[in-house]
C-alpha cells in the first residue's frame, strides 16, 4: 500500500511539473523571424526600437537593471528609448504612469508603453511594436518580446501612455 501511494506521489509531481514547464513555454512566443516592418509598416520609431531590442534581445532580468549586463522592465524602457530615439523618459514604471500621453488601450501605435497590472498593482511595462506585441524585460526570461493577447497578459493590460 505505501509502494503505491510512494508511486501515485511521484507521478502527480511529474504531471505537475511537466504541465508548468509546457504552459510556461506558451508565454514565450516564438518569435526569430519577426522583423519590425512586420511590427510597424513605415513606422520610423518602430524600426528604431527595434534595434535596439535586437541589440538586447535575451538579455538578463536583473531588478533596478539598466544596462547590458541586466535590466528590469523600466530600465529596458528608457535605455530603448534613450539608444533608440535620444529620448529620455521617466526611470520608474510608476513615474511612467504619471508621465506622457495617456492613450486608450485600443489605439495604441508601435512606441507606445503598454502597463501591466500584476497582483493588484500596475507594476509592468513594455513597449509595444504593433501586430499585437510588445518587448519588455521579463523576470522569468530577460528581454523578450510577447503578444498582448497571450494568456498571461490579455487580462493584465491596463493603460497606455505616448512619449512624443
Not at 511590427?39 to 520610423?44: C, F, L, Q, R, V
Not at 514604471?93 to 512606441?111: A, C, F, H, I, Y
Not at 528581454?143 to 498571461?152: A, F
Request: proline content about 5%; overall charge positive.
Amino acid at each position: 500500500m505505501a509502494q503505491s501511494f510512494k508511486y501515485a506521489f511521484v507521478l502527480a509531481f511529474t504531471a505537475l511539473v511537466m504541465g508548468g514547464c509546457a504552459s510556461n513555454q506558451s508565454m514565450q512566443p516564438n518569435t526569430p523571424n519577426y522583423s519590425p516592418v512586420e511590427a510597424a509598416p513605415g513606422s520610423a520609431k518602430a524600426e528604431k526600437l527595434w534595434q535596439a531590442f535586437e541589440r538586447y534581445k535575451g538579455t538578463p532580468y536583473q531588478y533596478g537593471g539598466t544596462t547590458g549586463s541586466g535590466f528590469d522592465c523600466s530600465g529596458f524602457i528608457t535605455t530603448a528609448y534613450r539608444e533608440g530615439l535620444g529620448q529620455t523618459l521617466p526611470r520608474t514604471t510608476s513615474q511612467m504612469l504619471r508621465s506622457g500621453d495617456v492613450v486608450q488601450p485600443e489605439n495604441v501605435k508601435p512606441g507606445d508603453i503598454v502597463f501591466f497590472r500584476i497582483a493588484g498593482k500596475d507594476q509592468h511595462a513594455g513597449i509595444y511594436m504593433g501586430d499585437n506585441r510588445f518587448i519588455h524585460a521579463s523576470t522569468s526570461s530577460g528581454v523578450i518580446m510577447s503578444e498582448l493577447n497571450g494568456y498571461y497578459w490579455k487580462d493584465r493590460l491596463s493603460g497606455a501612455r505616448r512619449f512624443d
